[in-house]
């Protein structure tokens, strides 16, 4: 048997570019885009130093990096995608959006770098990263998924330009972390099977409220149902509830469920645990009848009414996770920026497809500290926003 020569090694290759750092540059200017570059650099090299990656070449935002290790690399591009949030929410002016490519296998070391097939994969793969993904292939996963603390969500397989058979690729996503719920993207529903779910809950309610009025005609929402709150009443004062029974609302959720508009209002339940936004003190779903509403489902949320803290980060995380350029909704589909109701409401909103073809509009309330949000599982966005314009304007 002959040693393998001195001059290849395995290795894992990482490559991360800055996304939407083009329509940065025309929006904002050259001096902002600097700002921004320099503070995306030195986050990343950061970063590299607490796992050992060498930096091979940077190329306007681009990172090439090498690792002994291929656990490390995913470590790396895991923290950094963490690091990249925090610095947009501290400073959503200048969002740091990353795409992340990994993959792994032998390679020459020249005087010039690595050669070989495995660089090349990576800085595909990387091409497939949307902003906040870390994406890696069905070789790294086989060599890390024991060892590092990682959950990967298969894409399926891709053939990627210049190489020849097809390469399975995965989503990495720190176990734990509420991104592994996919808070953004909720399971794929056909409107046809969203209304018989939809029936079905109805029939479910009709059932529980009969069986509570034959136990001694206790409220669903306590002895005494809350009033309805008007606009001017303010944000939902009440702090975070205690776990309820599925279906039974709490007093927040009951407060936050009188201010969604009766054609919609029914068809509410409390959020699931895992679709939740983090920091929330009441979540709701919603899944409307077709004929009321041009949206498959609608999450409507309350936030601490003390403080803007988690409303605007929970609003700039879906911007920064999906590379959401700055613009008017009205006339583009992939935008974010101020709304307003004059003498009424305002608040940001943002406006998107996702990668499975589903489209997405968010609002905010900002006195009211409630983040609404929207998707059409059909795609159909100029539908969905047309909705959304008209019943932001109907919250009570």
Same mark, same amino acid.
């Given at each position: 048997?002959?040693?393998?020569?001195?001059?290849?090694?395995?290795?894992?290759?990482?490559?991360?570019?800055?996304?939407?750092?083009?329509?940065?540059?025309?929006?904002?200017?050259?001096?902002?885009?600097?700002?921004?570059?320099?503070?995306?650099?030195?986050?990343?090299?950061?970063?590299? /130093?607490?796992?050992?990656?060498?930096?091979?070449?940077?190329?306007?935002?681009?990172?090439?990096?090498?690792?002994?290790?291929?656990?490390?690399?995913?470590?790396?591009?895991?923290?950094?995608?963490?690091?990249?949030?925090?610095?947009?929410?501290?400073?959503?002016?200048?969002?740091?959006?990353?795409?992340?490519?990994?993959?792994?296998?032998?390679?020459?070391?020249?005087?010039?770098?690595? =050669?070989?097939?495995? =660089?090349?994969?990576?800085?595909?793969?990387?091409?497939?990263?949307?902003?906040?993904?870390?994406?890696?292939?069905?070789?790294?996963?086989?060599?890390?998924?024991?060892?590092?603390?990682?959950?990967?969500?298969?894409?399926?397989?891709?053939?990627?330009?210049?190489?020849?058979?097809?390469?399975?690729?995965?989503?990495?996503?720190?176990?734990?972390?509420?991104?592994?719920?996919?808070?953004?993207?909720?399971?794929?529903?056909?409107?046809?099977?969203?209304?018989?779910?939809?029936?079905?809950?109805?029939?479910?309610? /009709? /059932?529980?409220?009969?069986?509570?009025?034959?136990?001694?005609?206790?409220?669903?929402?306590?002895?005494?149902?809350?009033?309805?709150?008007?606009?001017?009443?303010?944000?939902?004062?009440?702090?975070?509830?205690?776990?309820?029974?599925?279906? =039974?609302?709490?007093a927040t959720e009951a407060e936050l469920r009188d201010r969604i508009p009766s054609s919609i209002r029914s068809s509410c339940q409390p959020t699931p645990a895992a679709e939740r936004t983090p920091k929330t003190i009441a979540s709701l779903v919603c899944s409307p009848d077709p004929a009321s509403a041009d949206a498959d489902r609608i999450w409507y949320e309350a936030f601490d009414p003390a403080s803007r803290a988690a409303l605007s980060p929970a609003f700039f995380a879906i911007v920064n996770g999906n590379g959401i350029p700055h613009g008017d909704c009205a006339k583009s589909t992939r935008a974010y920026g101020d709304w307003s109701l004059p003498g009424t409401y305002a608040g940001q909103r943002l406006?998107?497809?996702?990668?499975?073809?589903?489209?997405?509009?968010?609002?905010?309330?900002?006195?009211?500290?409630?983040?609404?949000?929207?998707?059409?599982?059909?795609?159909?966005?100029?539908?969905?926003?047309?909705?959304?314009?008209?019943?932001?304007?109907?919250?009570?």
């Amino acid at each position: 048997m002959t040693d393998r020569p001195a001059s290849t090694r395995t290795h894992g290759f990482l490559f991360a570019d800055l996304r939407d750092y083009t329509s940065f540059v025309e929006r904002r200017g050259d001096a902002e885009a600097a700002e921004l570059l320099r503070a995306y650099r030195g986050l990343v090299r950061e970063v590299l /130093v607490r796992f050992d990656g060498a930096e091979v070449k940077t190329e306007g935002d681009s990172f090439y990096v090498v690792f002994a290790s291929v656990g490390s690399a995913v470590r790396c591009a895991l923290a950094l995608q963490e690091r990249a949030a925090e610095a947009s929410l501290i400073d959503p002016l200048h969002p740091i959006a990353v795409g992340i490519g990994i993959h792994a296998g032998e390679t020459a070391e020249t005087t010039e770098g690595y =050669v070989g097939s495995a =660089v090349n994969i990576a800085a595909r793969v990387c091409g497939l990263a949307k902003a906040g993904e870390v994406l890696v292939t069905d070789t790294v996963r086989a060599l890390t998924r024991t060892v590092v603390d990682v959950s990967y969500q298969s894409l399926g397989t891709r053939q990627l330009k210049g190489v020849a058979e097809p390469i399975g690729t995965y989503r990495a996503i720190p176990a734990g972390s509420p991104v592994a719920a996919a808070a953004w993207r909720t399971p794929t529903r056909t409107r046809r099977g969203r209304r018989l779910l939809t029936s079905i809950a109805a029939v479910a309610g /009709v /059932v529980l409220i009969a069986g509570l009025a034959l136990s001694g005609g206790t409220s669903l929402f306590g002895s005494t149902p809350p009033e309805s709150l008007s606009p001017s009443t303010g944000p939902i004062a009440s702090p975070p509830p205690s776990p309820t029974p599925s279906g =039974v609302l709490t007093a927040t959720e009951a407060e936050l469920r009188d201010r969604i508009p009766s054609s919609i209002r029914s068809s509410c339940q409390p959020t699931p645990a895992a679709e939740r936004t983090p920091k929330t003190i009441a979540s709701l779903v919603c899944s409307p009848d077709p004929a009321s509403a041009d949206a498959d489902r609608i999450w409507y949320e309350a936030f601490d009414p003390a403080s803007r803290a988690a409303l605007s980060p929970a609003f700039f995380a879906i911007v920064n996770g999906n590379g959401i350029p700055h613009g008017d909704c009205a006339k583009s589909t992939r935008a974010y920026g101020d709304w307003s109701l004059p003498g009424t409401y305002a608040g940001q909103r943002l406006c998107y497809t996702d990668g499975q073809g589903r489209a997405w509009v968010a609002w905010t309330y900002d006195v009211l500290r409630i983040l609404v949000r929207a998707e059409r599982l059909d795609g159909n966005s100029s539908a969905l926003f047309k909705w959304s314009e008209t019943t932001a304007q109907l919250l009570n």
